[in-house]
């Protein structure tokens, strides 16, 4: 009971009532502050190697090179559960909150779903206190609509929240609680048993792992790997001891890691031995890799990325370099490697499907390309485009995976990891990056972490790659492609943000509330892209956001207005 006295919850949001009664018990809630009297020291080391890590980046201390000293060891993963073993197909950006969505999700014949906290979901308490409860009562068979039996549905792999988001309705001992270990206490406390006695899980996606910092200068790099473990190896002892504590089989919790940083490129082998009895494999994104980058480097103009959608694919040698080594590291140590998602959108309505077969084949062709590389599986968006990719994975893989596959990596360098693309900016490339950086965070504004642009959804990956590139160009004063006398400025991106405004106004952005709104969100995005320091994450400027934290506080009925 002492330890209750400790924990801090925020009230339900309007008409929630029950579900927060059901998540927010005295267990689980005093589970939540044992996690927390274990961790959070952890936690607040890892933010500070963080903090030190990007100094010694600006400091020009660091230079592209592998080191990682499980390398020439003889090691692989634990064997994997049989519902682990085939990993073809997940469903991307799956907000629990959604339930409609979710339940449609759960019929799917796809592998898994990746059952989001994190870039396809907007973190206002309404949506994870809906989000967790629509969880645990499908893994009960208690959520209306969906199977009775959830082992009949897709794997449910669970993305709790980066360590950079913090959930600003729980706090314990007097600190706000991080996201993630906020999510994966209370999802753990209601499923993990269960979902062990039904071999289902529990399993994870890890987000926006950083691997320990590799120093040019070795005494640096000594007195940095001395500090304590990297984040993979905390999230591995979290796993053990909630293990021990819900009194589970060491090694149940499983999950994949996804790189998406650059620092984490050069240290795979290291992150999936830290992980290696809870490991299914590591996956790879290519926008959140992109940006990551331009946080890291983006001050120098050797790391300028040019038009994204023109320039920028998995083609590229320094996406292409990054994909074949990933899958040579997992399928030495016997884990999976993953590729991103399929993030367009099929039309609806009369006339469609010549283009809606059109837009399928551009999908299987360039998954197509990562299965010819040797993924043993990939995410799509849309429901609608499952059929006809797992026709192509049966063709191209009859078998669960291919881990039999060995891409030849000898050449492979460290530096070839960083080599941006040649091409220049464009006009286009500018506005559409605008675009979906202004609309993330309008939806954000709107609650959803989610929108659809131009046939294909955009999530806070997309809005990352955004925003970086918006910043980076405005930094280096950035040439626009055949129109060299045009630089890009910060007076520029004002001006199309106020061409692509009155043009919402115009259509869709017509009710007072929502123009206020987008209003707002030109505000944020024009100091996110000016700040002289850039913002690591946008998903927790906005999270901390005074606009962002009243505006759902106050629609929620909560009675913290802030």
């Known amino acids: 009971m002492d330890s209750l006295k400790r924990v801090c919850v ?46 010694h980046i600006k400091q020009g201390r660091w ?63 309404r949506n994870t206190v809906q989000g967790l409860y629509n969880v645990t009562r499908a893994v009960h068979a208690r959520l209306p609509g969906a199977p009775a039996d959830i082992q009949q549905c897709p794997v449910l792999m669970l993305r709790p929240r980066a360590f950079n988001m913090i959930e600003h309705h729980c706090m314990v001992n007097g600190k706000e609680v991080v996201g993630p270990l906020f999510d994966f206490a209370i999802l753990m406390y209601h499923n993990a048993k269960l979902m ?53 089989r060491r090694g149940t919790i499983k999950a994949c890691v996804l790189i998406e940083n650059i620092l984490a490129a050069y240290r795979m082998e290291d992150i999936l031995y830290s992980l290696r009895e809870h490991a299914i494999g590591l996956n790879c994104g ?11 480097f983006g001050d120098s103009p050797d790391f300028l990325i040019p038009d994204r959608n023109k320039y920028v694919n998995m083609g590229q ?44 084949e551009s999908v299987k062709q360039a998954k197509s390309v990562e299965i010819d590389a040797g993924v043993d599986g990939f995410m799509v968006y849309d429901l609608r485009i499952v059929d006809a990719v797992n026709e192509m994975w049966q063709r191209k893989c009859p ?38 950086a202004l609309l993330f965070i309008y939806h954000w504004f709107t609650g959803s972490g989610v929108f659809y642009l131009n046939g294909a959804v955009e999530d806070s990956a997309t809005a990352e790659i955004s925003r970086s590139q918006i910043w980076q160009w405005i930094r280096h004063r950035a040439a626009i492609e055949g129109k060299p006398d045009v630089l890009v400025t910060r007076s520029l991106v004002y001006t199309m943000l106020d061409g692509i405004i009155s ?22 995005l024009l100091e996110i892209i ?23 506080n106050k629609n929620d009925g909560l009675e913290s207005k802030l």
């Open 196 to 248: 062990a006695s039904l071999d289902v899980g529990p399993y994870f996606y890890l987000s926006k792992v950083i691997c320990a910092l590799v120093q040019s200068n070795m005494i640096l790099y000594k007195v940095l790997q001395i500090e304590g473990p990297n984040e993979t190896q905390l999230w591995n002892k979290i796993f053990t001891w909630t293990e021990h504590r819900l009194g589970l």
């Open 63 to 125: 230079k592209p090179e592998f080191r990682n000293s499980s390398e020439d060891q003889d090691w692989k993963i634990e064997e994997l559960p049989a519902r682990l073993r085939n990993r073809k197909l997940d469903l991307g950006d799956v907000s629990p909150a959604n339930t409609t969505n979710f339940v449609d999700c759960l019929y799917a014949k796809v592998q898994g779903i990746q059952v989001d906290f994190d870039d396809g979901h907007c973190p206002t308490w």
């Open 530 to 552: 000016s700040a002289r320091e850039y913002i690591e994450y946008i998903t927790t400027y906005l999270n901390d956001s005074h606009k962002f934290r009243t505006l759902h």
């Open 317 to 360: 040698p320094f996406l292409a370099n990054y994909m074949r080594l990933l899958i040579n590291v997992c399928h030495r140590r016997g884990a999976l490697a993953t590729g991103g998602m399929a993030a367009k959108l099929l039309p609806c309505g009369k006339g469609s499907n010549s283009l809606a077969d059109e837009i399928t």
């Open 286 to 296: 290519i926008w959140d890799y992109s940006a990551s980058i331009i946080a890291k």
């Open 399 to 436: 078998g669960d995976n291919q881990l039999s596959i060995l891409p030849d990596v000898d050449r492979i360098t460290a530096a070839s990891l960083v080599k941006i693309p040649e091409g220049g900016v464009t006009i286009e490339g500018l506005n559409h990056n605008i675009s979906v």
């Open 10 to 55: 925020e009230r339900a949001p309007h008409r929630l009532e029950e579900a927060h009664g059901e998540l927010f018990t005295q267990g689980a809630l005093g589970f939540l502050a044992e996690l927390l009297a274990e961790f959070d020291d952890d936690v607040e080391k890892l933010l500070r190697r963080r903090l030190e890590r990007r100094l």
């Open 503 to 524: 043009r919402a106004y115009k259509s869709w952005c017509t009710s007072i509330p929502d123009r206020k709104r987008l209003l707002s969100s030109k505000y944020v």
